[in-house]
T-cell receptor, first 112, second 114 residues
Framework: GDSVTQMEGPVTLSEEAFLTINCTYTATGYPSLFWYVQYPGEGLQLLLKATKADDKGSNKGFEATYRKETTSFHLEKGSVQVSDSAVYFCALKGSGFQKLVFGTGTRLLVSP | EAEVAQSPRYKITEKSQAVAFWCDPISGHATLYWYRQILGQGPELLVQFQDESVVDDSQLPKDRFSAERLKGVDSTLKIQPAELGDSAMYLC????????????FGPGTRLTVL
């Protein structure tokens, strides 16, 4: 079945450092790919998405490019802030009525 | 801004008791999802509704869990009896339709079973 693999955390960075969180997937067909963020005690918020190969999703300084050849959707940000500290989930969804399949999440800790 | 509402936010119960969670999706959203998120893991789909009909409940432990969305609007998820392993965050999400790419999540209900 479809699956998502994320790098294990926590990822610990200093403010203004460069962020990469790796995500790879296994799926049949051409899924849509997502990054969700979960702040402490809250539900999930959609951060960005890409629906086809070579699409780049971006939001709030975060970017991720849908790479079909490497089945990857790595999350990047050029300069992280303390407020970016959260858990980040990579997810995929097949076409039509397919459900969202999530990775296990990667915790990001940013120190001043 | 429209949001998915859930209640209660926190629930502590003893094993073998019954618990119920409520979700009110964004107005007009036909599809409603219940997820379970065990600490340190990603959410897993329990049940998906399209209007009042169940589309997918393949991961719902039907011997103890039930879900309903009688009028195709708000929804209730029930556990009876609760077990220690049910301790988790229960998330509700909604989307305009099953084929829609974006799901909007509520704040969740954190269940602790003692």
């Amino acid at each position: 079945g479809d699956s998502v693999t994320q790098m294990e955390g926590p990822v610990t960075l200093s403010e203004e450092a460069f962020l990469t969180i790796n995500c790879t997937y296994t799926a049949t067909g051409y899924p849509s790919l997502f990054w969700y963020v979960q702040y402490p005690g809250e539900g999930l918020q959609l951060l960005l998405k890409a629906t086809k190969a070579d699409d780049k999703g971006s939001n709030k300084g975060f970017e991720a490019t849908y790479r079909k050849e490497t089945t990857s959707f790595h999350l990047e940000k050029g300069s992280v802030q303390v407020s970016d500290s959260a858990v980040y989930f990579c997810a995929l969804k097949g076409s039509g009525f397919q459900k969202l399949v999530f990775g296990t999440g990667t915790r990001l800790l940013v120190s001043p | 801004e429209a949001e998915v509402a859930q209640s209660p936010r926190y629930k502590i119960t003893e094993k073998s008791q019954a618990v119920a969670f409520w979700c009110d999706p964004i107005s007009g959203h036909a599809t409603l999802y219940w997820y379970r998120q065990i600490l340190g893991q990603g959410p897993e789909l329990l049940v998906q509704f399209q209007d009042e009909s169940v589309v997918d409940d393949s991961q719902l432990p039907k011997d103890r869990f039930s879900a309903e969305r009688l009028k195709g609007v708000d929804s209730t998820l029930k556990i009876q009896p609760a077990e220690l392993g049910d301790s988790a965050m229960y998330l509700c999400a909604s989307s305009p339709g099953s084929a829609a790419n974006e799901q909007f999540f509520g704040p969740g209900t954190r269940l602790t079973v003692l």
